[in-house]
């Protein structure tokens, strides 16, 4: 018999959380606000109830410990949210953790099993994306996220003087404990409902990178300015961007993405020419080889913009996240799971959102699973999930949980 989860427990704890930050369908919870500290707090003590040594490291990170020894499970997701969000995107992967921990200790065949469980700080990047599990993993240095900053200029290491996490050690990734990584999500787009499935077991997330544009030029009247004579950031912001769209748009493979998700005009307003502009450029792919020629292609069309004049454009990286494939022998323990629960209604299939999963599987081997989205709808208010599908990925979760730790702790 595999471990049995609590459906109530389940949504119930799920729809608390939903209530931290809650706007209409959706949260707005991004990381070390107000209401994302105090659902870090409020998991906390679910933890804690759950008999979980508990800790909020010096980051942010809500870490449950297993009192078990043996080769562990690490499994988790982030509670952070976009600055408009749905209220399952991250959610659900940290409340099925913690319902994963409580059916594995009620199960009399699993109660010794070692399942660790947490919340990792800001995989949405409001200041560094996933940078709680990279600083789990020591992927990025202390100093890097320390210094790392939200759109207001305020740093890490000012957020977490203000919320009074300064002194804590950050808690690290035990190479000896931590053998595994598991992370459950949902899809966030269409594929799982267009195909009438219930489970997706990933194989592999895709890589990411975020560039943003400055165009300067020069503020002037837009009445008395002739055309010929304006040095406009913005006219040169539109012109650039079809040319971006076109030139990615030849490199395009079956599910590479890009995305102008940011545009500012300077000072922005009818009768002033923008004499500053900028933009961020979003692109994604599981090949690394596509995105750097993307990556070039951005370059050498800057370029040809700045010899052109007569605005200047500068680039910067503002971040690159490297896609990363989802250990093999995990992906089959989940298929088993969802097979023996969901039978014939789930597909393996690739993530095209960016998850903590990636950071870990640098450093142990790692696996997710979805459950589908509404409408394949995400990063929006309205995203949501069939309770019964909830319900369903969750126990997925929790029997391949079971059935991975008992192989790493057969002797
Ligand atoms: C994660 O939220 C992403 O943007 O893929
Ligand atoms: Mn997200
Ligand atoms: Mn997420």
Sequence with gaps: MAPQIDPERLLSDLKTLRSFGACGNGVVRQSFSDVDMAARRWLAERMVEAG????IDGVGNVIGRAPNDGRALLMGSHTDTQPRGGWLDGA???IYALEAARALADDRASAHLPLDIASWMDEEGSYLGCLGSASFTETVGDDEIRRATNPDGRSVAAALDAVGLADEAPARLEPERHSAYLEAHIE??????AEGKRIGVVTSIVGVRTLTLAFSGQQNHAGTTPMALRRDAGDALIVLAAKLREALSALLAERTVFTIGR?????GTDSIIPGRAEMSLQFRDSDEARLDRMAAAVHRLIEEANQAGPVRVELA?????????MDRGLQDHLAAAAERHAPGAWIRMPSGAAHDAQIFARRIPSAMVFVPSIGGISHDFTEDTADADIVLGCQVLASAAAEILAGL???
């Design 263 to 267: 545009v500012v005009f300077d000072p």
């Design 409 to 411: 702790n057969a002797s």
């Design 92 to 94: 659900l992967g940290v």
């Design 317 to 325: 990286e503002s971040s690159k996240l490297e896609g990363a494939p």
């Design 52 to 55: 979980l040594e508990t800790r």
């Design 188 to 193: 966030q787009g269409p594929v799982l409902e």
